[in-house]
């Protein structure tokens, strides 16, 4: 019987597949993979995980990294709305900008200036920095030298987080206050024993998404699926 991981693509020997207990370790990524009857919908305490097509497991790491592209076409909306908001201050000041930059000579009329000359242009440059991020940065998840590291970049962006797993009480999942066409968004985070809250993942477009990123963790940072026990179960969907 061949068995592919579910996480990381690649062929499970047949050593590390459990026919008896239906579960298969794979040897690259050690992450389980189930390989009982699959079904479409959720049935009792099951409930079903989708693998989130901007994640990706680095198999050729030497510990467990995944890696998360930033990449949507609201990032490219963005970076175009923000040449916009760049080039229209140019177009209506083009000589006042070029008075102020060569002779530093102020306009006569300051306040249009000061309006749409700067503003717009304070707006445009966040907009263009938050859409350049959007297309190429992307977001590492390591765990290492027992530490769960989350690291942005290249780009700089708030939000690196170094945890160690004995201070994690369980990794959570709440709906997001969020939501995109009238479909709510998911947060995984990290419930701490002191019950402080750390966001992991933010604004996910499915619970199976969330519950999929919760599993895996789960997994590499030796957690439980909840603070004690927990009876839920999983199914893999595809």
């Given at each position: ?132 991020t959007g297309l190429i940065n992307r977001t590492v998840y390591t765990v290492e030298f027992n ?72 997994e590499q940072l030796g957690l439980s699926e909840g603070e004690k026990k927990s009876s839920r ?6």
């Amino acid at each position: 019987m061949k068995v592919v991981c579910e996480h990381c693509d690649e062929d499970i020997t047949a050593k590390n597949i459990s026919v008896v207990n239906m579960i298969a370790k794979c040897d690259v990524c050690d992450s389980i993979t189930f390989i009982g009857p699959k079904k479409g919908k959720a049935e009792n305490s099951e409930e079903l995980y989708t693998k989130p097509t901007n994640y990706q497991i680095d198999s050729r790491s030497h510990g467990f990294r995944m890696v998360q592209t930033w990449f949507s076409g609201g990032y490219v909306l963005i970076f175009l709305i923000s040449l916009i908001f760049l080039t229209v201050p140019l177009m209506l000041f083009r000589d006042e900008f070029i008075a102020l930059f060569t002779k530093g000579q102020l306009p006569d009329e300051i306040m249009p200036f000061i309006i749409f000359g700067g503003i717009f242009s304070c707006v445009g440059w966040c907009m263009f920095y938050s859409g350049i991020t959007g297309l190429i940065n992307r977001t590492v998840y390591t765990v290492e030298f027992n530490e769960l590291r989350i690291k942005h970049g290249p780009l700089p962006w708030r939000g690196n987080k170094r945890l160690i797993p004995s201070q994690i009480k369980k990794l959570d999942i709440k709906k997001s206050s969020v939501e995109v066409n009238g479909e709510p968004r998911w947060n995984l985070f990290a419930k701490m024993i002191n019950d402080k809250k750390i966001m992991i993942a933010a604004r996910l477009e499915k619970k199976s998404y969330a519950l999929y990123l919760q599993k895996i963790l789960n997994e590499q940072l030796g957690l439980s699926e909840g603070e004690k026990k927990s009876s839920r179960k999983y199914k893999f969907k595809k």
